[in-house]
DNA sequence: AAAATCCTATTACAGGTGTAATATATAAAC
DNA sequence: GTTTATATATTACACCTGTAATAGGATTTT
C-alpha cells in the first residue's frame, strides 16, 4: 500500500524523484532553495517518510553517521493516490473541474498535442 | 480567505452544494447513504464547518433548536484550492498529471468536446 | 408537570502535521 | 585522546482530523 505522504513531505519526494539517492545535507540544500524551512524541519521530514516506508536509505560506508536516501515510490503511484482524493471531492464534477485544471496551467505544444490525442481516443471508446 | 476543508468535511460541502439550506438532519440522512457515519460524526462535521466559517446557518423561527445551514464559498472556489494544492505536488508535471485525470475518468460526448475546445483555445494562445 | 425526545455544545482521544529544539553518538581536528 | 563539529534520534507542542459519547437545554408527549 502506498503511503499517504504530506504537504510538506511531498517536497521531500520531489527532490528525491529528481535525483537520488542524496544525503540529508543535499536534501535540506535543495529545498532551501525554495522553502524557508529550518533543516531540522527538513530532517523530520525526511525520518517521518523513512517511517512511513516511503523512503529507504543505505549507510555510507566510510561514515556511519551519513545516509543515502532514495524513494521507494514512484511519483506515478503518489499522485495517483492524490487523483483519486481529489475525485471523491469533486463528485461528479470532474469534467469542470479537468476544465479548470487545463485552463490554469501553461502547457507545451507539445502536451496539448498529447492531451489532445487522449481526448479522442477516449471520445472513440464512447462512442 | 477560503477555509481549509478536510476530505470527511467536503463530502458534507458536496451535500449542501447540491441543495441547501438543509436542517443536521437532512445532511445526516444524506450522507448516510453514502457513508457509514455516525449521527454525531456528522453533526461534528458541520459544527467545525460552521466554525471555520465555510457554513452559515440560520435558526428556524418555529423551533429555535433547528438551524438551517448553507454554504458561504462556493464550490468552485474550494476545488480551486485542491488544484492549487495539487500543483504544488506535481511540481513540473502537470501534463502528466492531467493527462492521467482524463484517462481515468468517466467523460459524457459533451465534456469531451468541451474540453477539446479549451484545448484548442490554449494552442492558439501558445501561438 | 414529568418523562421522553431530539437538537446543539462540550468533551474525548489517538494519530497526523508543521515546525522545531535538544540530546546523543560518532567522526574529524587538534 | 580531548575538543569540536555534525548526523541521526528523541522530545515538544499546538492545531487538525476522524470518529464519536455525553451533557445540557428546549419541546413534545403523556
Redesign the interface.
Known sequence: MIPQIS?AE?QVM?VLWENSPLTANAIVHALQKNFKWKDMTIRTLIRRLVKKGALSYTVDPKDARIFYYRPTVS??EC??Q??E???????K?????????????S???R??D???K???E??DK??
Request: negative net charge.
Open positions: 504537504d511531498w520531489n511519483f506515478e499522485i495517483d492524490e487523483k482524493s481529489l475525485q471523491k471531492k469533486a463528485n464534477k470532474m469534467g469542470l473541474l479537468i476544465a479548470s485544471f487545463i485552463d490554469d496551467v502547457l507545451t505544444d502536451e496539448i498529447e492531451l489532445s487522449i481526448l479522442q477516449k471520445r464512447n462512442g
